[in-house]
């Protein structure tokens, strides 16, 4: 079993920046990702990075303002988040696969999640 681990949210002013962390417990062969809860919808596909290519899959609601990156070697991957907005408000969760080695929007396909972490974006 592998155990992910979240870290990085607060409370930020809009336009602000964070950063998210996420280590693994053990190394995932598999494509990794960040979803979101904001408060009354559905968890939401933020970006995800495929196991061995620096390739970004962003959401439209992110693309230009959120990067994901990865390091392997440190079992990790971090989520940079600027030009925050008030609909960014969320828990953030990491999660991973070992069943895809390029990320999909879709959280069936994922097997490993953390317990997420808040990022407040106030206006």
């Known amino acids: 079993q592998v155990q992910l681990a979240e870290s990085g949210g607060g409370a930020v002013q809009a336009g602000g920046s964070l950063r998210l962390s996420c280590v693994a417990s053990k190394r995932i062969l598999g494509a990794m990702a960040w979803f979101r809860q904001a408060p009354g919808k559905e968890r939401e596909f933020v970006a995800g990075i495929p196991w061995n290519r620096d390739l970004q899959n962003l959401a439209d609601s992110v693309k230009g303002r959120f990067a994901i990156f990865r390091d392997n070697d440190k079992n990790l991957i971090n989520l940079q988040m600027n030009n925050l907005r008030s609909d960014d408000t969320a828990v953030y969760y990491c999660?991973?696969?070992?069943?895809?080695?390029?990320?999909?929007?879709?959280?069936?396909?994922?097997?490993?999640w953390g317990q997420g972490t808040q990022v407040t974006v106030s206006s």
């Open positions: 999660a991973g696969s070992v069943t895809r080695f390029s990320p999909t929007t879709m959280e069936d396909d994922y097997t490993y």
